[in-house]
Protein backbone atom coordinates (compact mmCIF):
# COMPACT_ATOMS: atom_id res chain seq x y z
CA UNK A 1 0.00 0.00 0.00
CA UNK A 2 1.09 3.45 -1.09
CA UNK A 3 1.21 5.89 2.67
CA UNK A 4 -1.63 8.13 0.62
CA UNK A 5 -3.84 4.74 1.04
CA UNK A 6 -3.85 4.23 4.85
CA UNK A 7 -6.37 5.71 7.00
CA UNK A 8 -4.63 5.03 10.45
CA UNK A 9 -1.05 7.01 10.67
CA UNK A 10 0.62 6.54 13.68
CA UNK A 11 4.22 8.35 14.84
CA UNK A 12 5.97 6.32 16.52
CA UNK A 13 6.48 3.00 17.98
CA UNK A 14 6.86 3.05 21.19
CA UNK A 15 3.91 1.38 23.88
CA UNK A 16 1.20 4.34 22.68
CA UNK A 17 1.89 3.87 18.71
CA UNK A 18 2.18 -0.08 19.14
CA UNK A 19 -0.88 -0.38 21.71
CA UNK A 20 -3.04 1.67 19.79
CA UNK A 21 -1.48 0.03 16.16
CA UNK A 22 -2.70 -3.57 17.58
CA UNK A 23 -6.00 -2.15 18.67
CA UNK A 24 -6.54 -0.77 15.39
CA UNK A 25 -5.85 -4.17 13.77
CA UNK A 26 -7.05 -6.25 15.77
CA UNK A 27 -10.17 -4.63 16.86
CA UNK A 28 -11.38 -2.66 13.71
CA UNK A 29 -9.21 -5.05 11.32
CA UNK A 30 -8.34 -2.22 9.57
CA UNK A 31 -4.37 -1.62 7.93
CA UNK A 32 -2.45 0.96 9.76
CA UNK A 33 0.67 2.43 9.01
CA UNK A 34 3.32 3.10 11.45
CA UNK A 35 6.19 5.45 11.02
CA UNK A 36 9.62 5.19 12.95
CA UNK A 37 12.20 7.63 12.90
CA UNK A 38 14.90 5.63 14.24
CA UNK A 39 16.28 2.34 12.97
CA UNK A 40 14.38 0.04 15.83
CA UNK A 41 10.83 -0.13 17.24
CA UNK A 42 10.30 0.31 20.90
CA UNK A 43 10.51 4.10 21.72
CA UNK A 44 12.58 4.20 24.53
CA UNK A 45 12.09 1.21 25.86
CA UNK A 46 14.15 -0.71 23.28
CA UNK A 47 16.28 -3.45 24.70
CA UNK A 48 18.92 -5.28 22.93
CA UNK A 49 22.05 -8.25 23.52
CA UNK A 50 25.79 -6.65 24.04
CA UNK A 51 27.59 -8.70 21.70
CA UNK A 52 30.83 -9.04 24.32
CA UNK A 53 28.92 -10.49 27.21
CA UNK A 54 25.67 -11.72 26.03
CA UNK A 55 23.82 -9.61 28.71
CA UNK A 56 20.48 -8.07 27.63
CA UNK A 57 20.44 -4.36 28.61
CA UNK A 58 18.18 -1.40 27.99
CA UNK A 59 19.58 0.92 25.59
CA UNK A 60 18.25 4.17 26.66
CA UNK A 61 18.10 3.44 30.69
CA UNK A 62 16.60 1.08 32.83
CA UNK A 63 12.95 -0.11 32.44
CA UNK A 64 10.90 -1.65 35.79
CA UNK A 65 7.18 -2.61 34.83
CA UNK A 66 4.95 -1.76 37.43
CA UNK A 67 1.72 -1.01 37.89
CA UNK A 68 -1.48 -2.08 40.01
CA UNK A 69 -4.08 -1.49 36.78
CA UNK A 70 -5.57 -4.82 36.31
CA UNK A 71 -6.53 -4.17 32.64
CA UNK A 72 -3.25 -2.74 31.98
CA UNK A 73 -1.56 -5.85 33.25
CA UNK A 74 -3.97 -8.15 31.83
CA UNK A 75 -3.49 -6.49 28.41
CA UNK A 76 0.18 -6.43 28.66
CA UNK A 77 0.35 -10.21 29.65
CA UNK A 78 -0.93 -11.16 26.32
CA UNK A 79 2.42 -10.22 24.89
CA UNK A 80 4.79 -11.17 27.12
CA UNK A 81 5.32 -12.54 30.49
CA UNK A 82 7.40 -10.93 33.37
CA UNK A 83 10.16 -12.40 35.72
CA UNK A 84 10.42 -11.95 39.57
CA UNK A 85 12.52 -8.83 40.00
CA UNK A 86 11.80 -6.53 42.45
CA UNK A 87 13.47 -3.41 42.18
CA UNK A 88 16.09 -1.79 44.74
CA UNK A 89 17.81 1.40 44.52
CA UNK A 90 20.33 2.54 46.52
CA UNK A 91 22.24 6.19 46.39
CA UNK A 92 25.70 7.30 47.11
CA UNK A 93 26.14 10.68 49.14
CA UNK A 94 29.64 11.85 50.31
CA UNK A 95 31.37 8.08 49.40
CA UNK A 96 28.67 6.06 51.70
CA UNK A 97 25.96 4.05 50.48
CA UNK A 98 22.35 4.43 51.46
CA UNK A 99 18.74 2.44 50.58
CA UNK A 100 16.66 4.27 47.97
CA UNK A 101 14.04 5.08 48.57
CA UNK A 102 14.65 6.64 52.07
CA UNK A 103 13.50 4.48 54.47
CA UNK A 104 14.03 3.29 58.73
CA UNK A 105 17.34 2.02 57.33
CA UNK A 106 18.18 5.36 55.38
CA UNK A 107 17.53 7.55 58.63
CA UNK A 108 19.05 5.61 61.28
CA UNK A 109 22.39 5.35 58.82
CA UNK A 110 21.88 8.94 58.06
CA UNK A 111 21.50 10.04 61.08
CA UNK A 112 23.61 7.47 63.49
CA UNK A 113 20.58 6.63 65.07
CA UNK A 114 17.93 3.47 66.11
CA UNK A 115 14.62 4.73 65.56
CA UNK A 116 12.03 2.43 65.66
CA UNK A 117 9.58 2.53 63.10
CA UNK A 118 6.77 4.05 65.74
CA UNK A 119 9.26 7.15 65.85
CA UNK A 120 9.92 8.13 62.55
CA UNK A 121 7.00 10.16 62.36
CA UNK A 122 7.77 12.50 64.89
CA UNK A 123 11.72 12.85 64.16
CA UNK A 124 10.90 13.71 60.51
CA UNK A 125 8.09 15.86 62.16
CA UNK A 126 10.62 17.63 64.47
CA UNK A 127 13.29 18.16 61.36
CA UNK A 128 10.82 20.08 59.26
CA UNK A 129 9.89 21.84 61.84
CA UNK A 130 13.11 23.23 62.06
CA UNK A 131 12.50 25.15 58.36
CA UNK A 132 9.11 26.37 59.27
CA UNK A 133 8.10 26.15 55.75
CA UNK A 134 4.26 26.94 55.09
CA UNK A 135 4.26 27.76 51.13
CA UNK A 136 4.69 23.82 49.96
CA UNK A 137 3.98 24.81 46.18
CA UNK A 138 6.92 24.12 44.88
CA UNK A 139 9.46 20.71 44.78
CA UNK A 140 11.85 21.34 47.14
CA UNK A 141 9.39 22.66 49.75
CA UNK A 142 7.20 19.70 49.93
CA UNK A 143 10.31 17.59 50.40
CA UNK A 144 11.94 19.20 53.29
CA UNK A 145 8.66 19.84 54.74
CA UNK A 146 8.21 15.84 54.45
CA UNK A 147 11.88 14.75 55.46
CA UNK A 148 13.43 18.16 56.61
CA UNK A 149 16.35 19.99 54.90
CA UNK A 150 19.18 17.35 56.13
CA UNK A 151 17.82 14.41 54.24
CA UNK A 152 16.45 16.68 51.57
CA UNK A 153 20.27 18.17 51.15
CA UNK A 154 21.79 14.51 50.98
CA UNK A 155 19.67 12.52 48.70
CA UNK A 156 17.03 14.94 47.10
CA UNK A 157 18.30 17.95 46.22
CA UNK A 158 21.76 17.39 43.86
CA UNK A 159 20.25 14.21 42.43
CA UNK A 160 16.69 16.68 41.25
CA UNK A 161 18.95 19.38 39.78
CA UNK A 162 21.16 17.11 37.82
CA UNK A 163 18.01 15.40 36.64
CA UNK A 164 15.63 17.68 35.27
CA UNK A 165 18.21 20.41 34.68
CA UNK A 166 16.28 22.57 36.92
CA UNK A 167 16.24 24.66 40.58
CA UNK A 168 14.39 21.97 42.52
CA UNK A 169 12.35 25.16 43.64
CA UNK A 170 11.17 26.07 40.61
CA UNK A 171 9.80 22.44 39.77
CA UNK A 172 6.23 21.82 40.68
CA UNK A 173 5.44 19.69 43.95
CA UNK A 174 3.40 17.09 42.85
CA UNK A 175 6.79 15.41 41.38
CA UNK A 176 7.88 14.67 44.67
CA UNK A 177 5.27 11.55 44.22
CA UNK A 178 7.45 10.01 42.23
CA UNK A 179 9.75 9.45 45.10
CA UNK A 180 8.45 6.72 47.79
CA UNK A 181 9.43 7.05 51.21
CA UNK A 182 9.09 4.28 54.00
CA UNK A 183 8.81 4.85 57.50
CA UNK A 184 10.37 0.72 57.82
CA UNK A 185 12.87 -1.04 56.20
CA UNK A 186 11.12 -1.97 52.98
CA UNK A 187 13.67 -1.50 50.48
CA UNK A 188 11.25 -2.28 47.39
CA UNK A 189 11.27 0.81 45.39
CA UNK A 190 7.75 0.28 43.89
CA UNK A 191 4.21 0.13 45.87
CA UNK A 192 2.51 -1.61 42.52
CA UNK A 193 0.60 -4.96 42.86
CA UNK A 194 2.58 -6.17 39.59
CA UNK A 195 5.88 -5.42 38.95
CA UNK A 196 9.10 -7.39 36.65
CA UNK A 197 11.25 -7.47 33.99
CA UNK A 198 9.76 -8.64 30.59
CA UNK A 199 10.82 -12.36 30.36
CA UNK A 200 12.24 -11.92 26.62
CA UNK A 201 13.12 -8.59 27.02
CA UNK A 202 11.30 -5.62 25.78
CA UNK A 203 11.74 -5.29 22.22
CA UNK A 204 9.68 -8.92 21.68
CA UNK A 205 6.85 -7.14 23.49
CA UNK A 206 6.69 -4.54 20.30
CA UNK A 207 7.65 -7.63 17.80
CA UNK A 208 4.52 -9.02 19.22
CA UNK A 209 2.20 -6.25 19.47
CA UNK A 210 3.20 -5.21 15.84
CA UNK A 211 3.09 -8.82 14.10
CA UNK A 212 -0.24 -8.86 13.26
CA UNK A 213 -0.09 -8.59 8.98
CA UNK A 214 -2.49 -5.46 8.73
CA UNK A 215 0.30 -3.26 10.89
CA UNK A 216 3.04 -1.77 8.37
CA UNK A 217 5.79 -0.64 10.06
CA UNK A 218 8.27 1.61 8.45
CA UNK A 219 12.08 2.47 10.04
CA UNK A 220 14.15 5.31 9.52
CA UNK A 221 11.22 7.32 8.49
CA UNK A 222 10.18 10.47 9.91
CA UNK A 223 6.86 11.84 9.92
CA UNK A 224 7.19 15.16 8.85
CA UNK A 225 9.82 14.03 5.68
CA UNK A 226 6.05 11.93 4.37
CA UNK A 227 3.43 13.74 6.18
CA UNK A 228 2.47 15.53 2.87
CA UNK A 229 1.93 12.07 1.45
CA UNK A 230 -0.83 11.11 3.55
CA UNK A 231 -4.31 10.57 2.88
CA UNK A 232 -6.56 14.38 3.82
CA UNK A 233 -8.88 12.15 5.78
CA UNK A 234 -6.53 10.23 7.49
CA UNK A 235 -6.50 9.56 11.51
CA UNK A 236 -3.17 10.48 12.28
CA UNK A 237 -1.61 9.50 16.18
CA UNK A 238 1.48 11.63 16.97
CA UNK A 239 3.62 10.44 20.17
CA UNK A 240 6.45 12.78 19.26
CA UNK A 241 7.48 16.11 20.87
CA UNK A 242 4.48 18.20 21.17
CA UNK A 243 6.19 21.31 19.72
CA UNK A 244 7.53 19.91 17.19
CA UNK A 245 4.18 18.88 15.43
CA UNK A 246 3.38 22.93 15.17
CA UNK A 247 7.10 23.65 13.81
CA UNK A 248 7.94 25.41 17.51
CA UNK A 249 5.28 28.15 16.48
CA UNK A 250 4.04 29.37 19.55
CA UNK A 251 7.79 28.86 21.46
CA UNK A 252 9.96 25.79 22.41
CA UNK A 253 9.02 23.48 25.20
CA UNK A 254 12.08 22.56 27.42
CA UNK A 255 13.05 18.72 27.43
CA UNK A 256 15.38 16.62 29.26
CA UNK A 257 17.48 13.96 27.60
CA UNK A 258 20.00 11.35 28.52
CA UNK A 259 23.53 10.31 27.50
CA UNK A 260 25.09 6.69 28.23
CA UNK A 261 28.55 5.51 28.75
CA UNK A 262 29.78 2.25 28.12
CA UNK A 263 32.02 0.21 29.99
CA UNK A 264 32.94 -3.81 29.80
CA UNK A 265 34.66 -4.39 33.26
CA UNK A 266 36.50 -7.68 33.84
CA UNK A 267 34.30 -8.56 37.04
CA UNK A 268 31.26 -10.89 37.71
CA UNK A 269 29.62 -8.46 39.52
CA UNK A 270 30.21 -4.40 39.59
CA UNK A 271 28.15 -2.72 41.58
CA UNK A 272 25.90 -5.64 43.58
CA UNK A 273 22.43 -3.65 42.32
CA UNK A 274 20.96 -2.69 38.97
CA UNK A 275 20.69 0.74 39.25
CA UNK A 276 23.18 3.00 41.66
CA UNK A 277 22.21 6.48 41.89
CA UNK A 278 24.84 9.90 43.03
CA UNK A 279 23.16 11.87 44.84
CA UNK A 280 25.79 14.70 45.30
CA UNK A 281 25.80 17.65 42.32
CA UNK A 282 29.84 17.39 42.73
CA UNK A 283 29.56 14.02 40.65
CA UNK A 284 28.77 14.69 37.02
CA UNK A 285 26.37 11.55 36.35
CA UNK A 286 23.18 10.92 38.45
CA UNK A 287 23.38 6.84 37.55
CA UNK A 288 25.31 3.81 37.13
CA UNK A 289 23.09 0.53 35.46
CA UNK A 290 24.11 -2.74 35.55
CA UNK A 291 21.90 -4.99 33.41
CA UNK A 292 22.84 -8.23 34.36
CA UNK A 293 20.98 -8.01 37.86
CA UNK A 294 17.61 -7.36 35.81
CA UNK A 295 17.51 -10.92 35.01
CA UNK A 296 18.57 -13.18 37.95
CA UNK A 297 16.90 -15.91 35.81
CA UNK A 298 19.71 -16.04 33.24
CA UNK A 299 23.09 -17.18 33.64
CA UNK A 300 25.26 -14.78 32.12
CA UNK A 301 29.01 -15.26 32.01
CA UNK A 302 31.20 -14.73 35.42
CA UNK A 303 34.33 -13.12 33.70
CA UNK A 304 32.75 -9.54 32.46
CA UNK A 305 30.20 -7.46 32.96
CA UNK A 306 28.87 -4.06 31.58
CA UNK A 307 28.11 -0.76 33.39
CA UNK A 308 26.31 2.68 31.88
CA UNK A 309 27.14 5.46 33.47
CA UNK A 310 24.20 8.21 32.69
CA UNK A 311 24.26 12.02 32.51
CA UNK A 312 21.16 14.03 32.41
CA UNK A 313 21.15 16.64 29.34
CA UNK A 314 19.08 19.82 28.17
CA UNK A 315 17.80 18.95 25.15
CA UNK A 316 16.89 21.06 22.10
CA UNK A 317 13.86 18.57 20.96
CA UNK A 318 16.29 16.37 19.10
CA UNK A 319 16.54 13.84 21.19
CA UNK A 320 14.09 14.15 24.14
CA UNK A 321 13.49 11.73 26.77
CA UNK A 322 11.36 13.82 29.42
CA UNK A 323 9.62 16.64 29.66
CA UNK A 324 10.95 19.70 32.37
CA UNK A 325 7.22 20.53 33.96
CA UNK A 326 7.73 23.84 35.31
CA UNK A 327 5.18 26.33 35.50
CA UNK A 328 6.78 28.05 32.49
CA UNK A 329 6.61 24.46 30.26
CA UNK A 330 3.32 23.49 31.71
CA UNK A 331 1.41 27.02 30.49
CA UNK A 332 3.29 26.69 27.30
CA UNK A 333 2.01 22.94 26.69
CA UNK A 334 -1.56 24.07 27.38
CA UNK A 335 -1.27 26.69 24.68
CA UNK A 336 -0.16 23.90 22.36
CA UNK A 337 -3.02 21.33 23.70
CA UNK A 338 -5.33 24.37 22.05
CA UNK A 339 -4.09 23.71 18.71
CA UNK A 340 -4.53 20.16 18.83
CA UNK A 341 -8.35 20.39 19.78
CA UNK A 342 -8.37 22.72 16.60
CA UNK A 343 -7.35 20.19 14.24
CA UNK A 344 -9.52 17.31 12.94
CA UNK A 345 -9.14 13.55 13.21
CA UNK A 346 -5.60 14.36 14.89
CA UNK A 347 -4.18 12.45 18.33
CA UNK A 348 -1.55 13.41 20.21
CA UNK A 349 -0.30 12.00 22.84
CA UNK A 350 2.25 10.13 25.15
CA UNK A 351 5.05 11.73 27.34
CA UNK A 352 6.31 13.61 24.44
CA UNK A 353 3.06 14.18 22.59
CA UNK A 354 1.09 15.00 26.55
CA UNK A 355 4.11 16.51 27.91
CA UNK A 356 3.83 14.49 30.83
CA UNK A 357 5.93 12.19 32.97
CA UNK A 358 4.33 8.78 32.33
CA UNK A 359 5.36 5.82 33.26
CA UNK A 360 5.10 2.67 31.20
CA UNK A 361 1.91 1.72 32.29
CA UNK A 362 0.43 4.85 32.37
CA UNK A 363 1.30 5.20 28.90
CA UNK A 364 -0.01 1.59 27.92
CA UNK A 365 -3.29 3.04 29.83
CA UNK A 366 -3.80 6.96 28.01
CA UNK A 367 -3.31 4.03 24.46
CA UNK A 368 -6.27 1.84 25.44
CA UNK A 369 -8.37 5.00 26.95
CA UNK A 370 -7.72 6.94 23.27
CA UNK A 371 -8.46 3.64 21.68
CA UNK A 372 -11.90 3.23 23.18
CA UNK A 373 -12.67 6.91 23.70
CA UNK A 374 -11.56 8.40 20.65
CA UNK A 375 -10.89 5.98 17.50
CA UNK A 376 -13.70 3.72 18.18
CA UNK A 377 -15.70 6.28 17.89
CA UNK A 378 -13.99 7.91 15.18
CA UNK A 379 -14.49 4.74 13.32
CA UNK A 380 -18.19 3.99 13.69
CA UNK A 381 -18.88 8.04 13.09
Request: glycine share 6%; with cysteine.
Amino acid sequence: MQISDYKYVIAGSGFLGSVLAERIASVLKKPVLVLEKRGHIGGNCYSETDPETGIEFHKYGTHIFHTSNERVWNYINQFTSFNQYRHQVLTTHEGKVYQLPINLETINSFFSLSLKPFEVEEFLHQQAAKENISDTSSFEAKAISLVGRQLYEAFIRGYSAKQWQTDPAKLPADLLSRLPFRKNYDENYYFSTYQGVPSNGYTAIFENLLSDPLIDVRLNTDFFDVKDQLAADATIIYSGPLDRYFNYSLGKLNWRTLQFEKQVVGVEDYQGTSVMNFADVAVPYTRQHEPRHLHPERSYTKEKTIVFTEYSKADDGSEPFYPIPNAENIALAKEYRKLVGQEKNLIVAGRLGDYKYYDMHETINRALEIFDDQIKTLHTS
